[in-house]
């Protein structure tokens, strides 16, 4: 395939298993590879696990972003600046293929900012909202 080396489809296909992901595509130029994963046993997931992504955006702030493609939606009430959240505890949701996949806060502290609104197209590691550790 011109345009799709060998290693740039194995870091695909290691990314979509690390990530539980059964479909992936790779589109470069006009050459385009995708594949269909087998089903791999369930694994149990640490709330860790299905955390998202946290990205330091200074010495004392963390940034929660979206664990997936989807739609963005507050699990129960909205998050409002100055509420405090645990460690561990879902805030949100991002559902994609009809599947919700919870936002877990990486930290215990306090929301100082609020980016995503109930019902927008997020991207995969778009920052959601910013937590102060505690």
Request: glycine letters at 8%; zero cysteines.
């Amino acid at each position: 395939m011109p345009g799709l080396d060998e290693e740039a489809i194995r870091g695909l296909l290691r990314t979509a298993q690390k990530h539980g992901l059964r479909q992936v595509r790779l589109k470069i130029g006009s050459s385009d590879f995708s594949a269909v994963l087998p089903r791999s046993a369930p694994k149990k997931r640490s709330p860790d696990a299905v955390a998202a992504v946290t990205v330091p955006t200074g010495p004392e702030e963390v940034d929660v972003t979206a664990p997936v493609v989807g739609y963005f939606d507050w699990r129960k009430e909205p998050v409002a600046v100055g509420q405090k959240v645990e460690k561990g505890q879902v805030i949100a949701e991002i559902v994609a293929l009809g599947l919700a996949n919870d936002v877990v806060s990486p930290v215990e502290g306090e929301v100082v900012e609020v980016f995503a609104e109930k019902g927008q197209a997020v991207e995969f590691g778009k920052p959601l909202l910013k937590v102060r550790p505690s």
